[in-house]
């Protein structure tokens, strides 16, 4: 069995296993975040657009401590908060990896990790006992970047 290491990243086959959920990837019209990164490490990163630095310093950090990962804090983000409203504003979606049970070839259930992508609403809308019952696993934030230029400080 073959191994690399690719800027944390192990591939081990054809399988990519991310170790530390820290990454920075555009396209044309969406941020991708990895969930790993705290809001002082966001502050620090190269490769984030100075708009969303500005925002999370102007906004973000008033309401959240440096040291807060996003995917703590997007998993317990409650509806009707002043970080939500921040959010929202921006087009949040986040990538999750959730349990499901899956039959195999003779009967066996297996617990396998599926990707899954929610808006902000349908992840608020989830209580926390529904995220620990599926065993959510936030693994991505994706900023829209026209919300991100049209946001005004």
Not at 45 to 58: D, G, N, R, W, Y
Not at 70 to 99: A, D, H, M, P, W
Not at 136 to 141: A, F, Q, Y
């Amino acid at each position: 069995m073959e191994r690399y290491v690719v800027k944390g990243m192990k591939v081990k086959g054809n399988v990519t296993q991310y170790e530390d959920f820290k990454y920075v990837i555009q396209d044309v019209g969406n941020l991708y975040l990895g969930a790993g990164f705290s809001y002082e490490e966001l502050l620090g990163h190269e490769m984030v657009p100075f708009k969303l630095k500005a925002i999370v310093t102007q906004y973000l950090l008033k309401e959240a401590a440096p040291e807060t990962t996003l995917e703590s804090q997007f998993y317990y983000l409650e509806e009707n908060t002043f970080l939500y409203e921040i959010f929202e504003q921006l087009k949040v979606r986040v990538k999750t990896q959730v349990q499901v049970e899956k039959k195999g070839l003779f009967g066996k259930e297996q617990i396998l990790y599926k990707e899954k992508i929610f808006t902000l609403q349908e992840l608020a809308d989830m209580n926390l006992a529904r995220k620990k019952a599926a065993g959510m696993l936030v693994r991505e934030i994706i900023f829209s970047k026209l919300e991100i230029m049209s946001f005004s400080l």
